[in-house]
T-cell receptor, first 112, second 112 residues
C-alpha cells in the first residue's frame, strides 16, 4: 500500500470548514483512499472513501486531485465533537478483508 | 444492533498470566480482526478472520492466539502475558465486499 503523509496537528474554529490534507504521491491506479477518525481513546470510526471521483456523505466530503497524489477531507461545519485524530489510509482494494494500515494521523482540535 | 462489543473494558494482568479478550458482532460480518494500539502510535493488525473456521496472522501475531468458531465471535487469547503487551486492543468487523470496517470500543490491558 502507498505511504501517506499528514500534518501532525491542526486547529479549526467551531462552525468553520475543517480541511485536512493528505499526501499519497506513490498511490497506484487501483488503490483507494480511506479516512477514519478516532475520538479520544474510542475505536476508530469510518468517515468516507474514494477512488478517483470526489465523494460526499452525511459526515464529510473527500476531494481527490486529478493526479490522485493528494486528497483533502472536508468537514463542512466543524463542531467540538469533531475533535479527534484523523487517519488517511490508502488500501489496495475496496474489500473488507484488506487490512487498514494506520499511521499517526492528524490531531484536529476544534476551537470554541 | 449492538454493533461490535468488547469485554472487558479494562484488565490488569501479572506477567505470565493468560486471559481471553472477547469480541462479538451482530451484523453478520464475515471479516473480523484484532488490532493493538500503543501510546502515540497507529493501530497494528494482530490476527484476522474471513469467516468461521478461518484465521490468519497480521503484522504482530506473536504471543496471541485466535479462533473463529462462529460468525459472531472472535476471541483473542494472550498465552503468557508480558509487559510489552500492555496496550489498547480493538476488534473490528466488516462485510467482505465492502471496505468500511466497524470498530469496537476497545480493551485497555496493563501487564505488570
Amino acid at each position: 500500500d502507498a505511504k501517506t503523509t499528514q500534518p501532525t496537528s491542526m486547529d479549526c474554529a467551531e462552525g468553520r470548514a475543517a480541511n485536512l490534507p493528505c499526501n499519497h504521491s506513490t498511490i497506484s491506479g487501483n488503490e483507494y483512499v480511506y479516512w477514519y477518525r478516532q475520538i479520544h481513546s474510542q475505536g476508530p470510526q469510518y468517515i468516507i472513501h474514494g477512488l478517483k471521483n470526489n465523494e460526499t456523505n452525511e459526515m464529510a466530503s473527500l476531494i481527490i486531485t486529478e493526479d490522485r497524489k493528494s486528497s483533502t477531507l472536508i468537514l463542512p461545519h466543524a463542531t467540538l465533537r469533531d475533535t479527534a485524530v484523523y487517519y488517511c489510509i490508502v488500501r489496495a482494494t475496496n474489500f473488507g478483508n484488506e487490512k487498514l494500515t494506520f499511521g499517526t494521523g492528524t490531531r484536529l482540535t476544534i476551537i470554541p | 444492533n449492538a454493533g461490535v462489543t468488547q469485554t472487558p473494558k479494562f484488565q490488569v494482568l501479572k506477567t505470565g498470566q493468560s486471559m481471553t479478550l472477547q469480541c462479538a458482532q451482530d451484523m453478520n460480518h464475515e471479516y473480523m480482526s484484532w488490532y493493538r494500539q500503543d501510546p502515540g502510535m497507529g493501530l497494528r493488525l494482530i490476527h484476522y478472520s474471513v469467516g468461521a473456521g478461518i484465521t490468519d496472522q497480521g503484522e504482530v501475531p506473536n504471543g496471541y492466539n485466535v479462533s473463529r468458531s462462529t460468525t459472531e465471535d472472535f476471541p483473542l487469547r494472550l498465552l503468557s502475558a508480558a509487559p510489552s503487551q500492555t496496550s489498547v486492543y480493538f476488534c473490528a468487523s466488516s462485510y467482505l465486499d465492502r471496505g468500511e470496517q466497524f470498530f469496537g470500543p476497545g480493551t485497555r490491558l496493563t501487564v505488570l
